[in-house]
């Protein structure tokens, strides 16, 4: 089943104990399916390709962004605005031209989930929001694959294998999800650029541990990474019988697409301008008239020093509920973030706590710097 060239390019593999050629026949027979080609997917799919995993499969449908390049390693900066999928593709048959790639270029829903997840044998789970990872859990447990999760946030990481016989699946741990907009995504907390590197790897080695049956995979298990203090942390984690989906008596049965299941950006777009919405164009005209509205920021501090609209007054959101005794309710006020998502939800609080005049910047600050500032740098 190894032709000689596969004898040399993983021999070093074939002469470990526990592996050996029928371990590596293992390999060239497995499907693999990756969801996400970003920081996670990135190192998952880069070693699983090198160590000849025989099929993979990438889903994402997102472009790659010049702030990609600082930790998805699959992408250069020669593939800026070109499919991750397309750019993905390249630097894999580059690794292992005889891997076999399937490439979905589809957001991740409840509509497809089940069927994606059905066609392979192992799941690595490299998406970047809450929503999603319930959808891929729920999958892996409804169809009975196993869910190899990472997830990573600042300076810490997490793995575990989820979804197997017997074992604890996502939702032991964590029932539902987070109300959004509790946590902030990457764009707006950062993450260290060689995180993602650390725990992809993790993902991709608990892979090929289940492909070849060898070791303890992390069933059971929930490993915590602290880079800041180079500390592994290791937490027990056993099946809830109350779990809602593998529990003894499941009540979710069919799969939940919560909002913003499919995403796979850090920070969603707001939608076009609205009623409820105010236009880069138009809020450069109504600061330069007798009296202009008040400009919030609602960003976080490091953002504010990287660009910012003049005389915009910065309150980050997890701040604002704090900062609502020292508004004027009747004046006009304009709330903007870094595309509009956040500052959705800024306006949403402000007008349910009796401020009508309040807008939406539509497309955020990188809207302003596009039609308005260009002189600025976006990030």
């Known amino acids: ?22 371990g590596q026949v293992r390999l060239k027979r497995a499907r693999v399916l ?23 499969g990438l889903v994402d449908f997102d472009a790659v962004d010049l702030s990609n390049i600082q930790r998805q390693i699959l992408h250069g900066t020669p593939d800026v605005g070109r499919s991750k999928l397309a750019s993905a593709s390249d630097r894999l048959r580059a690794i292992n031209p005889a891997v076999g790639l399937d490439l979905h270029e589809v957001p991740f829903t409840a509509a497809n989930a089940a069927d994606l997840v059905s066609r392979y044998d192992i799941i690595v789970d490299g998406t970047d929001n809450f929503p999603a990872r319930y959808l891929v859990n729920d999958a892996c447990v409804m169809v009975g694959r196993p869910n190899v999760y990472g997830s990573i946030f600042r300076f810490e990481g997490q793995a575990a ?21 509790l946590i902030p995504s990457c764009a707006e907390a950062g993450v260290l650029g060689v995180l993602p590197g650390v725990i992809g790897t993790i993902q991709a080695t608990e892979t090929l541990k289940l492909i070849l049956g060898i070791g303890e995979p992390l069933v059971g298990r929930f490993l915590i990474y602290d880079a800041l203090r180079m500390r592994f942390r290791e937490l027990k984690l056993p099946r809830d019988p109350e779990c809602p989906v593998c529990g003894d008596r499941p009540v979710i049965r069919e799969l939940v697409e919560y909002e ?28 330069t008239a007798a009296n202009p509205p008040l400009v919030i920021d609602v960003r976080e501090p490091v953002e504010h020093q990287i660009c910012r609209i003049p005389g915009a ?45 309040v807008r939406n910047l539509s497309g955020g600050i990188l809207a302003w710097i596009d039609q308005v500032d260009p002189t600025q740098p976006k990030y």
């Not at 016989?165 to 964590?174: E, Q, S």
């Not at 950006?265 to 609205?274: C, D, I, K, L, Y």
């Open 313 to 357: 007054r910065l309150v980050p959101l997890g701040q604002l509920e704090a900062e609502l005794p020292g508004l004027e309710p009747g004046r006009e006020i304009v709330v903007h973030c870094k595309t509009g998502a956040r500052s959705a939800r800024a306006a949403s609080v402000l007008r349910a706590r009796g401020f009508a005049g």
């Open 161 to 181: 294998v989820f979804a197997t016989p017997g074992g604890p699946c996502y939702r032991c741990l964590h029932p539902e999800p987070p109300p959004a907009g």
């Open 260 to 287: 913003a299941a499919c995403e796979t950006r850090a920070e969603p777009v707001a939608p076009g301008v609205s009623a409820e919405d105010i236009s880069p164009c138009e809020l450069a005209a109504r600061m």
């Open 1 to 22: 089943m190894l032709t000689h060239e596969e004898v040399q390019r993983y021999s070093r593999h074939i002469t470990l104990p526990g592996i050996g050629v029928e």
């Open 34 to 56: 990756c969801i996400g080609a970003g920081g996670l997917g990135s190192p998952a799919a880069l070693y699983l390709a090198a160590a000849g995993v025989g099929t993979l």
